[in-house]
Every structure is written in structure tokens, then in C-alpha cells.
């Protein structure tokens, strides 16, 4: 069953007073180097990519320091993240089509970042969010699995759940979104065993097999 709005508009309000100023787990220097680190961490975790990029982002931080490392330098340091040649590759070519077709600098454009290899959707939105302040809401799987669970937004994919979040999400609450979500989904509302107990939001949640304390 959906949640009604009342309940949105308090589910919100209490995620807010609980974490005023959500930020991206994912370490970065610039806007640019958020743009590779949001590649990277696709099928990967936040913590695996920060891993990955800290001596890297010590050097290279722009499209042109990426193209002088060259794919197989740029390999030496993900090669602990999931899928790493294939993300190696498109953050080579990214680098060179932000220096061919937009003077070295990331767009704040969705159909630019988009048209970047390696660069969906959810990627575009959490750029859009996090370095141009704008009020996107990328769905990752916690999202998914959190707007589906609570009844906040169902949606059969992460398309139309973030349709459904749009337009059900209070403007007030429409720029962070998104992170209390994410962090929400991470540390409370758990696949394999949400923990109930803990969440501020339990009471207005839709899920009928909540977890109880032992």
C-alpha cells in the first residue's frame, strides 16, 4: 500500500532532523573527480572506491592528468573494484570526449553526461545533484529496495520509481532526498534484515514483516 502524504511529508521531516546535511559517501576532489568516482563505484561499494582512488585523485584530477596516466595506469589503481577494465576504458574515453567536446570541464547538462561513456542515468543524477545542486534523485538499489519496502514510491524499476519519487517527494526535502535514502537503505533498512527497531520511521513505514528486537 502506498503511504499517504501526511506520512511522506513526516517521513521526510524526521530523516531531515536526524541528518540535516547528507553528503556523498564517495571521496573527490572536484567535479570532475566526482564524475569518475560515481563511474567507478557502479556494482561496487563506496568504501571499495575510495580505497581505489585515494593516492590516485592525489595526482590526477582532471580529463587531461587521466589521459597522461593512460588505461593501463589507471588500472593499476581500480584494480580492486568490480568490473575495473571495462570502467578503465570508459573512464579513459570520458576523459578525452570532456576534453573534445567540452573544453576539459564536466557539463551541467543530463543529455551531455548521459552521452559519456560509462555514464547512465542514476550517474547523471547524482552529478547533477552533488556537484550543480540540483534537486535529482539518482535510484540505486537502496533506494529501490527503501521507496518499494515503505511503500514510499513502488515502482517496478528504477526508472519508475524515480518518477514516482518526483512527484511524491516534498519540494522542501527534493535536494536531499536522495542521500537520506541511500543512507537510510545502507544502515537501517537492510536487505537481508532491516533493523526495525532502530529506524525513525518504522511507525509510518508500510512493511508488515518489520524486525523486533531479540
Known sequence: MPMKKPDIEEFFRRLSAALPEPKTELEYKNTYTLLVAVVLSAQATDIGVNKATKDLF??????????????????????????????????????????????GEVPHDREALQALPGVGRKTANVV???AFGEPTIAVDTHIFRVSNRTGLAPGKDVVAVEQKLEKVVPAAYRLHAHHW???????????????????????????????VAA
Open 58 to 103: 592525489k595526482t590526477v584530477d582532471t580529463p587531461q592528468k587521466m589521459l597522461k596516466l593512460g588505461e593501463a595506469g589507471l588500472t593499476k589503481h581500480i584494480r580492486t573494484i568490480g568490473l575495473y577494465r571495462n570502467k578503465a576504458k570508459n573512464v579513459i574515453a570520458l576523459s578525452r570526449m570532456l576534453i573534445e567536446r567540452h573544453g
Open 128 to 130: 547533477l545533484n552533488v
Open 181 to 211: 535514502l541511500i543512507l537510510h537503505g545502507r544502515y537501517l533498512c537492510k536487505a537481508r534484515k532491516p533493523d526495525c527497531t532502530a529506524c525513525p520511521v518504522s511507525d509510518l513505514c508500510q512493511f508488515k514483516a518489520k524486525t
